[in-house]
Each structure stands twice: as structure tokens, then as C-alpha cells.
């Protein structure tokens, strides 16, 4: 019997992550090794990425909202390795109910609140530099624990306790420590909370989480790609492999690739073209979930999707 090696067994299961989750983890993986990386020749890019909550630095370096939840401290990994085995954990089943897109707006809402609720309390303080990933995790385990309350949770030496106890416990030792000093971002992370909570609100009203990071999707799809396709090119193996990859990695409708559609598309496709093509890969997902689990297994954003989708191809 055939065993696969350890760095294909990784491979594999990165690999088998839904795409957000996917994405998320693999740009906060390459951001902690470039920390190391510039910090063996004393560059530190925790000056350049780290959010400080101050009006000032909100106004004219709005990036570091973004930035600051993809940094997380060289003296302490396990900042970076718990979070990332949180959102992982919890953040995988949230994904696959909710969609890639809906998924996206909770983990940077929820990221952006954080943030901004760390702007309005610093006013009445100190402002100190913010980096992690946590207070956007702690929307994804809001929004877990919304989606599954009674999923029974193991934690070292407690029994099993369900997920709205476990979400709701941890949220209240920030609360209780937020006086306790130290170099943790307690309003960031009930921020994050907040953020998610209220997203995941918004769902539950028939709100669509999802508009935001399609519009970016389809940004990205119709300009973007080509103006980053040379650089990806340099890494392909052939012509028709350097279309494919740039065209279909930022999928993230977790549906299957035409791989054959693909590699006969050329760098002079229209934009209609390819706004189509992630439409029948939004639909083809859809149409796969329905075969495999039936129609009420759709959330509704699904649902929604599909009658628009087919409406737009019956015209």
C-alpha cells in the first residue's frame, strides 16, 4: 500500500479547503514568512502594515485596514498559528453554508469593525499598533456559532460544550480582561464579534452579503487578470496552462473548472465572454449542490442566485 509523503498529505488538504478560507490562509502564510524573511536583514513590515487606530492614519493610510489582518508577531507564532487553525476550524462549515462571496464580507467586515471600534476607544487612550487576523476570526466563530449553536466543541480538559457556549465564553474573557493590560486588542476582538454578528443579522433579514466581493471578482476577472496574466505566465508551463490559471484560480465559487473551455480561451477575450463563463460556473455549482443534496439544501442566497442566473439565460 502507497503512502503519500507529508508535503503531498499538506498539499492535499490545503488544496481541499473551500477558496476562501483557502486564499486567506495562503496570503497570511506568505505575509508571516516575508516578515521573516525582511526581519533577518532588519526590515520590519509591521511599520508598513500594522493599523494604527487614529483618525489621522485612518484618513490618509486607509490600506492598513486591509493590511493589518494578514501581519501577526514573530515573537509570538502562535498568534499566527491559532488563528489560523481557528478560522480554518470553524470558518470551513461557515463557507459552505453561507458561499465564498457572503463568507468574504463577514471575515473583512468583521475585520473592519474590529478596527474601527479600536479607533474610537483609542481617542480616549493610547493608541497602539494593531496586527492579526483576530478580530476578523472572531466574526467567522460568531458567525459559526449563529449558523451551528449546538455543535458540541472539544477544548483541552472541559467536556463537550456547544458552540453559542464556547463562542460566548471567549468573548466574555475579553470582556473581563480588557482592563488587564498586556499587548492583546480586546476591542478589536469584541469589535470583530460585533461585526459578525450583525452580518450575519442582515443574512438572516434576506440581506445579500455576497454583492461586494463579486463586484470585486468580476473586477479582478474582467481588468485585473490582465494586467497581472504576465506575471503569472512566468511560472506556467505553456500557453494554453498560463490562460487557464490566470482565468480560473480567483474563482471563488468553489465550482469546477472547464479546464477544456479554458485552455482554448485566448488574452483577447471580450469581457462579456468572461462575466459569462463565471456565471455558468456560479450556476453549474448551484445545479451540482441541488443533484447532490436537493433544492431546500440551498441557502438563500443560493436561491436567489439561481433564479436570476436563469432568468438571465432564459433572455
Known amino acids: 500500500?502507497?503512502?503519500?509523503?507529508?508535503?503531498?498529505?499538506?498539499?492535499?488538504?490545503?488544496?481541499?479547503?473551500?477558496?476562501?478560507?483557502?486564499?486567506?490562509?495562503?496570503?497570511?502564510?506568505?505575509?508571516?514568512?516575508?516578515?521573516?524573511?525582511?526581519?533577518?536583514?532588519?526590515?520590519?513590515?509591521v511599520q508598513w502594515f500594522a493599523f494604527i487606530p487614529e483618525p489621522t492614519t485612518l484618513l490618509t493610510q486607509p490600506w492598513r485596514l486591509i493590511t493589518y489582518m494578514f501581519t501577526h508577531s514573530l515573537f509570538n507564532p502562535f498568534h499566527f498559528i491559532f488563528n489560523m487553525l481557528w478560522l480554518w476550524w470553524m470558518g470551513r462549515p461557515v463557507e459552505e453554508t453561507i458561499g465564498s462571496h457572503s463568507f468574504l464580507t463577514v471575515y473583512f467586515g468583521a475585520g473592519l469593525v474590529g478596527a474601527l471600534l479600536d479607533v474610537i476607544v483609542s481617542t480616549f487612550g493610547v493608541a497602539n499598533p494593531v496586527i492579526g487576523a483576530s478580530g476578523a476570526v472572531y466574526g467567522v466563530m460568531v458567525a459559526f456559532a449563529m449558523l451551528y449553536p449546538r455543535t458540541p466543541i472539544m477544548l483541552l480538559l472541559l467536556p463537550p460544550l456547544e458552540a453559542r457556549y464556547v463562542v460566548t465564553g471567549i468573548i466574555a474573557l475579553d470582556v473581563l480582561l480588557l482592563n488587564s493590560g498586556g499587548n492583546v486588542a480586546r476591542f478589536v476582538h469584541l469589535g470583530g464579534a460585533l461585526g459578525g454578528y450583525l452580518l450575519m443579522k442582515m443574512r438572516a433579514n434576506g440581506n445579500d452579503l455576497s454583492l461586494l466581493p463579486r463586484y470585486f471578482e468580476y473586477i479582478y476577472t474582467t481588468y485585473l487578470s490582465k494586467l497581472i496574466r504576465p506575471f503569472l505566465n512566468m511560472f506556467a508551463g505553456n500557453g494554453s496552462t498560463k490562460s487557464t490559471n490566470s482565468s480560473t484560480m480567483y474563482s471563488w465559487t468553489g465550482?469546477?473548472?472547464?479546464?477544456?473551455?479554458?485552455?482554448?480561451?485566448?488574452?483577447?477575450v471580450s469581457d462579456a465572454e468572461i462575466l459569462e463563463e463565471v456565471e455558468q460556473s456560479e450556476l453549474d455549482a448551484i445545479l451540482d449542490k441541488i443533484s447532490k443534496s436537493g433544492y431546500n439544501a440551498l441557502t438563500k442566497e443560493e436561491k436567489k442566485t439561481l433564479f436570476e442566473l436563469s432568468k438571465r439565460k432564459d433572455t
Open 255 to 268: 465550482a469546477k473548472n472547464r479546464s477544456s473551455n479554458a485552455r482554448a480561451r485566448s488574452s483577447s
Open 1 to 45: 500500500m502507497a503512502y503519500d509523503s507529508f508535503g503531498s498529505s499538506v498539499k492535499r488538504g490545503f488544496f481541499a479547503m473551500p477558496p476562501a478560507i483557502r486564499a486567506i490562509i495562503g496570503i497570511n502564510a506568505a505575509v508571516f514568512l516575508a516578515q521573516i524573511v525582511f526581519s533577518v536583514v532588519g526590515v520590519s513590515l
